[in-house]
């Protein structure tokens, strides 16, 4: 596949995901396929997923836990196996009912024509936020001497 080929898959995945069609946007994954994302404890869906299996998995736990109430394409950057996505989504919550918005980046390195590996970049702490965790760092109560 060349990279239109490439960057018509992407973007057709989307679509797939926006009408909750995960089982057809599997089939545009290879059987070994890595689906990687920020670390957190908070996060139900975060971290690593290597695999069909655990990348349903993933989207399993991403419905079960949060709603995107708005997920837009702003750019898409294609070169050789290499397509950038960038966006911006709000998520709703679906335990506190918090919503939050984040700009996102999703990396995928594509092989004979399905996705081998996908890379999500996002505001973590954001998320975590909406989750119920509370990221901010408080100031120290006195003041620090040498």
């Given at each position: 596949m060349d990279t239109q080929d490439n960057k018509r898959l992407v973007l057709e995945?989307?679509?797939?995901?926006?009408?909750?069609?995960?089982?057809?946007?599997?089939?545009?994954?290879?059987?070994?396929?890595?689906w990687s994302g920020p670390?957190?404890?908070?996060?139900?869906?975060?971290?690593?997923?290597?695999?069909?299996?655990?990348?349903?998995?993933?989207?399993?736990?991403l419905d079960k836990a949060s709603a995107a109430t708005r997920f837009e394409i702003r750019e898409c950057i294609a070169e050789g196996d290499k397509v950038v996505v960038i966006g911006e989504a709000t998520w709703m919550v679906r335990a506190s009912g918090r919503s939050y918005d984040s700009p996102w980046a999703h990396v995928f390195t594509l092989r004979d024509g399905k996705v081998a590996r996908f890379e999500t970049i996002?505001?973590?702490?954001?998320?975590?936020?909406?989750?119920?965790?509370?990221?901010?760092?408080?100031?120290?109560?006195a003041a620090l001497h040498h």
């Open positions: 995945g989307y679509e797939l995901f926006k009408k909750g069609d995960i089982a057809s946007l599997l089939e545009r994954c290879h059987d070994d396929a890595v670390d957190s404890d908070i996060v139900p869906y975060a971290g690593d997923y290597h695999g069909k299996h655990e990348i349903a998995r993933f989207f399993q736990k996002y505001d973590i702490a954001a998320a975590e936020r909406a989750f119920g965790a509370d990221c901010t760092i408080a100031a120290p109560t």
